[in-house]
């Protein structure tokens, strides 16, 4: 059995209770604004989970192009969402922030797990049938090996906490799969299995236009999300306009029951006052959707406004925001660079 040297703790080092911290690692693609559904079902999350664990964040430049980027909306986008993360309070300096497609070890460790999972196991992710659709033929071979790029992506840390939102858990289960198969076929325990945390009232927040769908930051229409970016009557307008039904809110978290759109809006309500559905409900209970929209919005724009403030002060000094990624950078290599090499070696590659 292989144990993880103590010299992979990043300087973050013990918990509270004198254990070592747990290791989390999370990412997200630079592939457009984030969204209200980036921030409660990832972000915010991570932000809470700085003080007693060692983190890792990591820009998924490498995920984002999966999917065509224009390089010159990539490397704005890039930097946009790095300054978006320190704004939301992202801690460079206490934890690690850095860029996917500057450490070599994702892609190194991404090829042996091409090579570990299997196809039928692939053949099973939903996201990928989703964003492929009637397109199967036509789409990147990269966007089929996602979940393999991305279960490296933890594994390559040795972590074992992975914060998300719920659409991210079938990825989690495969990277649980490639880690026992890779344990299991080079007779070690090398990898150690990783705990989805999936968490609060908004770990899936839907589309305002419509309830079936979540909330993302390359869907085509701009109405169906709020960006962290949006100004206050922008919001505002955004859920005024949100679908909703012609009922007034139930009383109790049951009434949400196949009311999806209405469960949606109680749901980043609840998330952003530290509160639950029926929470919510208690307030807002019996009375129709135009005095919880006001009320709604004003909590968005209550929320959101400094974050959006804080994100243009850093994007207003590149070079500060690029050398707080360089070194993220280097702090993230130093971490992936060995454990990376070490499954070299067992895989039986020779060291040159
Ligand atoms: P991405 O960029 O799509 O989303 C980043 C994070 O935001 C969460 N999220 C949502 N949560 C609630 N409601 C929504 N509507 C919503 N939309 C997005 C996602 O679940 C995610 O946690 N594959 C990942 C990025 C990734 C990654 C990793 C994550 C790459 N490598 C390793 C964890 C560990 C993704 O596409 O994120």
């Known amino acids: 059995?292989?144990?993880?040297?103590?010299?992979?703790?990043?300087?973050?080092?013990?918990?509270?209770?004198?254990?070592?911290?747990q290791r989390i690692f999370s990412g997200i693609q630079p592939s457009g604004i984030?969204?209200?559904?980036?921030?409660?079902?990832?972000?915010?999350?991570?932000?809470?989970?700085?003080?007693?664990?060692?983190?890792?964040?990591?820009?998924?430049?490498?995920?984002?192009?999966?999917?065509?980027?224009?390089?010159a909306l990539l490397a704005t986008a890039t930097r946009e969402m790095a300054a978006t993360l320190i704004a939301c309070g992202i801690d460079p300096v206490r934890h690690v922030l850095f860029l996917q497609s500057r450490v070599r070890a994702h892609t190194q460790l991404a090829?042996?797990?091409?090579?570990?999972?299997?196809?039928?196991?692939?053949?099973?992710?939903?996201?990928?049938?989703?964003?492929?659709?009637?397109?199967?033929e036509n789409v990147s071979a990269g966007l089929y090996v996602y979940p393999n790029l991305m279960a490296a992506d933890i594994h390559a840390y040795h972590a074992t906490r992975v914060p998300v939102g719920d659409d991210q858990k079938q990825h989690l289960e495969l990277a649980n799969d490639i880690a026992q198969k890779f344990n299991h076929d080079?007779?070690?325990?090398?990898?150690?299995?990783?705990?989805?945390?999936?968490?609060?009232?908004?770990?899936?927040?839907?589309?305002?236009?419509?309830?079936?769908?979540?909330?993302?930051k390359s869907d085509a229409s701009d109405q169906s999300r709020i960006n962290l970016n949006d100004d206050a009557d922008t919001i505002s307008l955004k859920i005024r306009r949100a679908k909703t039904d012609p009922q007034p809110l139930p009383s109790e978290a049951e009434g949400l029951v196949g009311r999806p759109e209405?469960?949606?809006?109680?749901?980043?309500?609840?998330?952003?006052?530290?509160?639950?559905?029926?929470?919510?409900?208690r307030q807002f209970g019996g009375q129709g959707f135009g005095a919880f929209k006001q009320a709604l919005a004003d909590l968005v724009v209550a929320k959101l406004a400094p974050i959006a403030a804080e994100t243009t002060r850093l994007l207003a000094d590149p070079a500060s925001l690029d050398a707080i990624l360089h070194r993220g950078t280097e702090r993230a290599a130093a971490i992936a660079d060995p454990i990376v090499a070490e499954a070299e070696r067992l895989v039986g590659f020779l060291s040159p």
């Open 1 to 21: 059995m292989l144990f993880l040297p103590a010299a992979h703790l990043t300087a973050a080092g013990l918990a509270a209770n004198n254990r070592p911290m």
């Open 34 to 71: 984030p969204t209200l559904g980036n921030y409660l079902g990832a972000i915010r999350n991570w932000v809470a989970l700085q003080d007693d664990h060692d983190c890792i964040w990591c820009v998924v430049d490498l995920h984002a192009i999966t999917q065509f980027q224009e390089p």
């Open 111 to 136: 090829w042996i797990f091409n090579c570990v999972a299997r196809l039928g196991w692939l053949n099973r992710m939903t996201q990928f049938k989703d964003k492929a659709g009637e397109n199967t």
């Open 186 to 216: 080079f007779g070690v325990e090398f990898f150690p299995r990783i705990e989805p945390l999936i968490l609060g009232p908004a770990a899936r927040v839907m589309s305002l236009r419509d309830g079936s769908r979540k909330m993302s």
């Open 262 to 281: 209405a469960r949606n809006l109680v749901g980043i309500y609840a998330a952003l006052s530290d509160t639950d559905h029926a929470g919510v409900l």
